[in-house]
């Protein structure tokens, strides 16, 4: 019998905040493997079901035990924050099958989820609506000097831009580095919009602009939304102009 393995995208973490098919999958799989914050946020759809939950950095070992499972023929599904495939588990999940050459053995499918930028744009109002970049500022991943360069070119480029991972107790000087290229491209008036643990009661929203930004007050549950040369505020409502005649 054929293994599946499912990467999953809950979005937010609520129930009445994730799409309908990955809701159906997680409750289909017999195994859910993911970080225990992740797994926690989806902890009601989990009855009767093993549960592989490993700590921050544990990523391979949570894709090699969720294709331990699978090859014997069971269902699994690995819940990632947000979509599976923007700074999940997707990539890692098809990379691992590849090199263990189980491709014939193990149906993999990525299940799409809401992203932080979009799910965080609608709490914001309708900041993206043209092209945009999303930039993490953790180089847990990707070297530091990579990511500065990053933020260069997407602000010389007029990106309306969602920074991820923005501040933590390890790396609490990056946000006002980056923010310190983008201002030299942006007007300080530029509006700015911060979404903390969005969709969740402890949500909290800072409507500010480039000049005004409190990055002390910032961490690694927000996501920063900056706006590029056509954003404004209107009311609370934080719009980028998409040039339409009106």
């Known amino acids: 019998m054929r293994g599946q393995i499912f990467v999953i995208g809950i979005g937010p973490g609520q129930l009445e905040n994730m799409t309908i098919k990955a809701v159906e999958v997680i409750k289909s799989c017999d195994v859910i493997a993911g970080y225990k914050v ?17 700590g921050m950095g544990k990523e391979v070992d949570r894709c090699e035990m969720a294709i331990e499972e699978a090859v014997q023929g069971k269902k699994v599904g690995i819940v990632c924050s947000g979509d599976g ?32 930028a979009i799910s965080c744009g609608a709490l914001l109002g309708a900041p993206i609506v043209e092209d945009f970049c999303t930039i993490s500022l953790s180089d847990y991943m990707t070297p530091y000097e990579k990511i500065l360069r990053r933020v260069e070119l997407a602000s010389r480029g ?3 831009i969602a920074l991820y991972n923005p501040r933590s107790s390890k790396r609490p000087n990056y946000l006002d580095e980056a923010l310190s290229i983008i201002r030299k491209e ?15 009661e402890e949500q909290e929203i800072v409507r500010t602009d480039l000049a005004h930004i409190n990055t002390k007050e910032v961490d690694m549950f927000c996501t920063i939304i900056i706006g590029n040369k056509q954003t404004k505020w209107i009311n609370e409502f934080m719009v980028t102009s998409r040039g339409y005649n009106i």
Request: overall charge negative; cysteine-free; charged content about 30%.
């Open 38 to 54: 992740y797994v926690d946020q989806v902890k009601d759809l989990l009855e009767d079901k093993k549960v592989i939950s490993k």
């Open 85 to 116: 495939g923007l700074y999940g588990m997707a990539g890692l999940l098809i990379e691992l099958v590849h090199i263990k050459k189980l491709e014939n053995d193990i149906d993999v499918e990525v299940v799409s989820g809401v992203t932080a």
């Open 158 to 160: 007029d990106f309306v």
């Open 186 to 200: 942006r007007d300080n008036n530029t509006p700015v919009g911060i979404v903390r643990m969005a969709y969740r």
